[in-house]
T-cell receptor
């Protein structure tokens, strides 16, 4: 167990709908990262939050948004869902100390989203 | 831009043989290179990492080497076992952006 908690584990919804994925980082970790992994695909970085602020952005669609709350948990909101959004969504967290480029990322178990 | 290329995409070896997975990176500011193992349907798990001030690191049957000049790093697994079968991802972290850029992944199959 990595200490990163993601809910729900599975989500089935229809095209056009909106869903929210939740992530609780490891205790003490200030950074949260979101990744998308489609079938037979690699890990695509979506976005990073550090202590409540957006720090880095990857290939995140405009239909997707995220935020990190004061208690450091994060939510990824996916709207106007399309069939192609079906994927595993992983959250990871890291401490991000002084030398933050070196911090190890620990992954949650993921949320499997199926858009029908 | 930042990019990490990983080869091969699939690798099949006999149990007991060695496996080598290679990655190259483009961002010269990259200073940290973790390797993750992902079993089917499970989370990526860190198995070993190397920092830019080190050329080689070993942990039991797993070793990683880094050539900063050539911007190459490699994962070596010796005496492979069936439980080593998984997808392996290399990654590079830029000290400028902090972004973790993953390679495309290598599916390793160890045949008993």
């Amino acid at each position: 167990d990595s200490g990163v908690t993601q809910t729900p584990k599975h989500l089935i919804t229809a095209t056009g709908q909106r869903v929210t994925l939740r992530c609780s980082p490891r205790s003490g970790d200030l950074s949260v990262y979101w990744y998308q992994q489609s079938l037979d695909q690699g890990l695509q970085f979506l976005i990073q939050y550090y202590n409540g602020e957006e720090r880095a952005k990857g290939n995140i669609l405009e239909r997707f948004s995220a935020q990190q709350f004061p208690d450091l948990h994060s939510e990824l909101n996916l709207s106007s869902l399309e069939l192609g959004d079906s994927a595993l969504y992983f959250c990871a967290s890291s401490v991000d100390g002084q030398d933050w480029g070196w911090n190890i990322q620990y992954f949650g178990a993921g949320t499997r989203l199926s858009v029908l | 831009g930042e990019n990490v290329e990983q080869h091969p995409s699939t690798l099949s070896v006999q149990e007991g043989d060695s496996a080598v997975i290679k990655c190259t990176y483009s961002d010269s500011a990259s200073n940290y290179f973790p390797w993750y193992k992902q079993e089917l349907g499970k989370r990526p798990q860190l198995i070993i990492d190397i920092r830019s001030n080190v050329g080689e690191k070993k942990d039991q049957r797993i070793a990683v080497t880094l050539n900063k000049t050539a911007k190459h790093f490699s994962l070596h697994i010796t005496e492979t076992q069936p439980e080593d079968s998984a997808v392996y991802f290399c990654a590079g972290v830029s000290s400028n952006t902090g972004k973790l850029i993953f390679g495309q992944g290598t599916t390793l199959q160890v045949k008993p």
